[in-house]
């Protein structure tokens, strides 16, 4: 079962942010092969923190050395090989996926670049977010062709549209 933990400062507004990232988590996750997870009887929780943009530059400044906000920030709590066997050998039924930050601004940018909502674009940064959990990254072109496919597929059984496409105004 899949639980989401959620915390949202201001100038996020109030919306039901809990069951969005619900949805982005679970679809991300179905398109892998840590699907099982979605149905497994222990707890799989996955924190989510709808930040400011000064929160994300400060943990973005301490855990990766870059002294800027970005999107979205990812921490795994178990490694990616581990998961399948955490889970299904927790000693409480409880997995720590990790934590996921979303910064507001930077969210609305991008969103309002894109010509999309703010939901969509932020579901888009939590399945990304989630696949980072998992184990999935774009540090080359064969993982990240791997990652976004994997996007495309889950936002696509959400009802939202390739965000990689390139869009011609």
């Not at 855990?63 to 889970?87: A, C, E, G, H, W």
């Amino acid at each position: 079962m899949i639980q989401i933990e959620l915390s949202r400062e201001e100038p996020w507004p109030e919306s039901d942010w809990e069951a969005l990232a619900t949805r982005a988590a679970r679809a991300a996750i179905a398109r892998t092969p840590h699907g099982p997870l979605i149905d497994t009887p222990a707890m799989v929780e996955i924190s989510v923190r709808l930040a400011d943009d000064e929160e994300v530059r400060h943990l973005n400044n301490q855990y990766r050395q870059k002294d800027k906000p970005t999107n979205v920030l990812s921490f795994p709590m178990v490694q990616p090989d581990l998961i399948q066997s955490v889970s299904l050998n927790s000693d409480d039924g409880e997995l720590l996926l990790g934590d996921i930050v979303l910064a507001h601004g930077v969210c609305v940018a991008e969103a309002e670049e894109r010509g999309i909502s703010v939901e969509a674009h932020a579901t888009h940064l939590l399945v990304h977010g989630t696949l980072h959990l998992l184990g999935y990254d774009h540090m080359d072109d064969g993982e990240a062709e791997a990652m976004e496919e994997i996007e495309r597929q889950a936002l696509a059984d959400l009802g939202i549209a390739d965000p990689y496409l390139i869009r011609e105004d």
